[in-house]
């Protein structure tokens, strides 16, 4: 009897751990097969990059450049106190997609997704008639966009005849120019992405015009001129929407003030 007594206490703890064990591993089983959290995407300031105050890029023709019909146009850039084909040296260089061709000139036309170039004169080709908004300026080698009032060349080109009523293109309304992200990420280089884009006959602040930002389907409010970088983003497609808003936050009319674009992600 002794022994029955002293062995039943035993049993009956040994069950009572087990069955605890048991419900403690079937709560985390539980646990581990919820979907997991969804990740909130960050998006935050990048600094530290050389400033080039003094840089300057600079075209020596019209402020309105005319062709009679769709061409070939020859560009030659004047360029100061930037270096084009240098990589630029920053640490952001080794955190963000970075163009092994260096420091160039992004030039935009109507809002569309920029083209890279890595010398001072190219030629580009204009297909179709009509009025465009063209955009350049200078680039760091990881494509963020260098900010002064000499850094930017804008002009209206006008291809084609009897383009009157097209022509009444504002160049001095308050505009927003998409610069980046563009493209495709592969590897590291999906891990921080630049958010870069150039504002033109405005100014942000929290009492003036701002930008918002809608990536994916989380909102972020812009009220400094700065570049940003997004993390946390999902593998996959993501979609980045930037509006130019006035003192009230609605949308500033303009043909390019509401722009979206998608990029892709890849592990």
Request: with cysteine; aromatic share 8%.
């Amino acid at each position: 009897m002794k022994a029955t007594s002293f062995l039943l206490p035993l049993i009956l703890s040994f069950i009572v751990f087990t069955s605890c064990k048991e419900n403690n591993n079937i709560k985390s089983l539980e646990s581990d097969s919820d979907a997991p959290e969804k990740k909130t995407i960050v998006m935050v300031k990048l600094k530290n990059s050389p400033a080039y105050e003094d840089a300057a890029l600079m075209l020596g023709i019209p402020d309105i450049i005319q062709l009679d019909e769709p061409g070939s146009i020859d560009f030659n850039f004047g360029i100061e106190n930037f270096d084009l084909g240098k990589q630029t040296e920053s640490a952001n260089a080794k955190i963000l997609a970075n163009s092994g061709k260096g420091q160039h000139i992004h030039f935009i036309l109507n809002n569309q997704p920029y083209s890279a170039h890595y010398t001072n004169t190219f030629q580009k080709d204009i297909k179709e008639e009509g009025v465009y908004h063209l955009v350049a300026f200078l680039s760091r080698s990881y494509h963020e966009s260098v900010k002064n009032d000499n850094s930017i060349v804008v002009r209206k080109v006008e291809v084609g005849k009897n383009l009157q009523q097209e022509s009444d293109l504002d160049m001095n309304a308050p505009t927003l120019i998409y610069s980046r992200p563009k493209g495709k990420y592969v590897g590291s280089d999906a891990n921080n992405i630049l958010l870069d884009f150039f504002v033109l006959n405005t100014k942000l602040s929290k009492t003036d015009s701002k930008v918002r930002a809608t990536i994916n389907e989380e909102v972020f409010m812009i009220t400094d001129w700065v570049p940003h970088v997004l993390q946390n983003l999902p593998m996959g497609e993501v979609t980045i929407k930037l509006e130019l808003l006035d003192n009230h936050d609605k949308l500033i009319p303009g043909p390019f003030n509401s722009v979206t674009r998608t990029i892709i992600l890849e592990e």
